[in-house]
């Protein structure tokens, strides 16, 4: 199967193949998506290739929108002193090695990784290969890989500007292009048509509240206790992601006046949240990189609640950049109340001007053609290799 997927596309007549890599979380696979999406669209890109990790969550969501997908047997390297720690070194060489079968066989003209541990084979590869590769990491804070091979790639190309200072230290190519997003984000749908997808009244102030599509029980639990509060002032309603497994047990939680009320609108998720921010002025939500440059992009301020666990703290790193921009309000997830959450709300909601200014800063902040900037630089370092 994979060898007939590759010496298909390597036997076309073709200039740029480009790869790329990603994956463990999806803050590293979507930057990704977003560059597959516009090398699709590019007459001078015959061919594109993931290549993650096998059975994981790249494979589903590369196959949903059709891009060739190549999984590799890797692991990220365990924290604790273990079998799996003494067997880390081999898997990777191994790795490495099939990679290093899978770019002879595609020949590429360049490779784009995007973090996470799935990523270092591949770019390993490429490395010893002689395939010239551009890093790009989505979080003010490097992660591991990226830090690894930021001094070998022809460019380093970064989502937020806070990572600047951090990768000057490689001497590598420096290059603020912002984070990739999906052209649904980019080309978002009326704030009418958007609120009544969800049953919304357009005229009245809208709050998104979301801990990502699993949830998450800290922000569901702290705007519980908040709900009396804020459905007090009759302008304003809220849209919440509860998540698909908080859904039933939060259901049975509100107070029958709370469940009742028509400017309170309960989802376990939200599939396309293109919608959501096209509907609401403000949103309580997590601090992933991938919803901060989608929330730049439709320039809707937030407050943020940082998934403390994030590896490297990079959540708060973000969260932080975002409020120095005069763009988000931060509450560390310790500190998170009822009382503090629905001051935070109802002090933005009641200052029009100061929400307003949060909105322009978002703006000010967005990259809305990251993705048509990386795809620009891959087809750039590749073409000495381009058919």
Not at 82 to 103: D, M, Q, W
Request: glycine share 8%.
């Amino acid at each position: 199967m994979v060898e007939t997927i590759i010496a298909n596309t390597a036997q076309q007549k073709i200039r740029h193949r480009i790869v790329l890599t990603g994956g463990g979380t999806g803050g590293h696979i979507y930057p990704a998506l977003a560059v597959a999406e516009q090398l699709q669209s590019d007459p001078d890109v015959e061919s594109v290739l993931y290549i993650g990790a096998l059975g994981h969550l790249e494979e589903t969501l590369a196959k949903e929108r059709n891009l060739d997908f190549v999984g590799l047997s890797v692991v990220g390297m365990p924290r604790k002193i273990s079998g799996a720690l003494f067997a880390f070194p081999f898997k990777t060489i191994s790795a490495v090695f099939a990679a290093r079968k899978i770019l002879h066989l595609f020949r590429p003209t360049a490779v784009l990784g995007t973090g996470g541990y799935a990523s270092a084979a591949p770019l390993a590869a490429a490395r010893t290969m002689g395939v010239p590769f551009i890093v790009h990491e989505p979080d003010s804070n490097p992660g591991m890989v990226n830090k690894l091979f930021a001094s070998s790639a022809a460019a380093c190309s970064l989502g937020m500007a806070a990572a600047k200072e951090k990768f000057e230290v490689w001497s590598c190519r420096v290059i603020v292009n912002g984070n990739p997003v999906r052209s649904s984000f980019l080309n978002p749908v009326s704030r009418a048509q958007a609120a009544s997808e969800f049953g919304l009244r357009p005229d009245l102030k809208t709050l998104l509240v979301t801990g990502g599509s699993q949830g998450a029980q800290a922000i569901n639990d702290a705007i519980n206790a908040a709900l009396p509060a804020l459905l007090q002032r009759g302008d304003m309603q809220i849209l919440h992601q509860v998540g698909e497994k908080n859904f039933g047990a939060y259901q049975a939680q509100l107070t029958p006046a709370i469940a009742a009320n028509e400017r309170y609108h309960l989802l376990p998720y939200i599939k396309e949240m293109s919608l959501a921010y096209a509907a609401c002025d403000m949103t309580v939500c997590r601090a992933g990189a991938m919803t901060i440059s989608e929330l730049s992009v439709m320039h809707v301020p937030a407050i943020f609640v940082p998934y403390p666990h994030a590896a490297q703290n990079h959540q708060m790193h973000n969260a932080r950049f975002m409020e120095a921009q005069g763009c988000a309000f931060v509450i560390a997830q310790n500190d998170l109340t009822a009382e503090c959450l629905s001051k935070a709300v109802l002090d933005a909601f009641m200052n029009g001007e100061k929400l307003q200014t949060m909105k322009q800063s978002m703006q000010n902040i967005a990259k809305p053609h990251a993705a048509e900037h990386i795809a620009r630089q891959l087809k750039e370092v590749g073409v000495s290799r381009a058919i």
